[in-house]
């Protein structure tokens, strides 16, 4: 691919990397200029000093690099969010069973994003010439949800998780950061209203207030995150999750709007969509083993699921 772009034509080379973004399969596109977010230095330490992260103690590390993208990339300039579908054509059924959160169904979303994401780095070197660059998906300090919104892709919800207006919220958020000027997209505005169905609807009350959560008390950190024993005080409130949770996206009016995805690998396996609790507690490590191959819930292992289980049946 030669494409000849003169050095300050920023809205010809941005209007290109987004038509490069939908051919590669992503969903939404925007643009941020790279700069510290100094409004977040505050938010970030508050929610550190109250102890929300919980066991999570890598979120401590590297503070200045999730506030200074410049300190991840040499010279950043640019910050390209990039949104990916994953709302599954399929779900599991209801009723009395155990449940798994949707973005888990199929391939590890890492495994599937960073190709894509390495494949347009590579186009834009060939396109605009040399130039420093990484890419990320929740593989680094990165306040992805944050830059999104900054690049206009939605905004924060009260949830604290990004929502699109065309889209909900079950996708995925990825990003290049690069030392080339672009045009840059601004935010756009907040549409969650006097609406509170997520604060309302969380059984474990981790959402303390608008945008805040206290993830020690989330059920996606309780299954998934917290290595050492479930807490009692949980007994009988998360209703039947053992990876991960939907409930504050499920109940967001805004996911009326979330479609299928087209994404072959996060097609959900026949066999995790027909299993009950009976498949479940007799799951064997041979069992998950084939069931979690190249999924997300390979990081607990069969010892955390087989916990998250044990901690639910014993109710």
Request: proline fraction near 4%; charged fraction near 25%; glycine fraction near 8%.
């Amino acid at each position: 691919m030669i494409v000849a772009f003169v050095e300050t034509d920023l809205h010809s080379k941005s209007l290109f990397i987004k038509e490069q973004a939908l051919e590669l399969g992503f969903d939404y596109c925007g643009i941020s200029h790279a700069e510290k977010l100094e409004a977040e230095s505050y938010r970030l330490q508050t929610w550190l000093n109250k102890g929300f992260h919980g066991e999570m103690s890598y979120l401590e590390n590297h503070f200045e690099k999730r506030l200074d993208p410049s300190k991840l990339v040499s010279g950043a300039k640019s910050i390209i969010s990039l949104l990916y579908n994953y709302y599954p054509p399929e779900k599991q059924g209801e009723g009395d069973n155990y449940k798994i959160a949707k973005y888990a169904y199929g391939r590890d979303y890492h495994k599937v994003i960073k190709k894509r994401l390495l494949k347009m780095l590579s186009i834009l070197r060939e396109a605009f010439g040399p130039l420093e660059g990484r890419a990320f998906v929740d593989s680094a300090p990165v306040m992805e949800r944050q830059w999104a919104a900054r690049s206009g892709l939605g905004w924060l919800g009260k949830n604290g998780l990004l929502i699109n207006r065309e889209l909900g919220s079950f996708f995925f958020i990825a990003e290049l950061i690069i030392d080339t000027e672009l045009e840059y997209d601004g935010p756009v505005k907040d549409y969650c209203g006097n609406c509170t169905a997520c604060l309302d609807a969380c059984p474990t009350h981790a959402l303390t207030e608008p945008g805040v959560l206290d993830a020690s008390k989330c059920i996606s950190y309780l299954t998934i995150e917290l290595k050492s024993e479930i807490p009692e005080s949980f007994k009988g409130q998360y209703d039947q999750w053992i990876f991960g949770c939907d409930i504050c996206q499920d109940v967001c009016p805004w996911n009326k709007f979330a479609h299928s995805h087209s994404e072959p690998e996060f097609v959900p396996r026949t066999k995790l969509l027909g299993w009950k609790k009976d498949n479940w507690e007799g799951m064997t490590e041979e069992d998950f083993d084939q069931l979690a191959e190249g999924t997300a819930m390979k990081r607990t292992k069969y010892d955390g699921i087989k916990r998250n289980i044990n901690f639910l049946s014993t109710n």
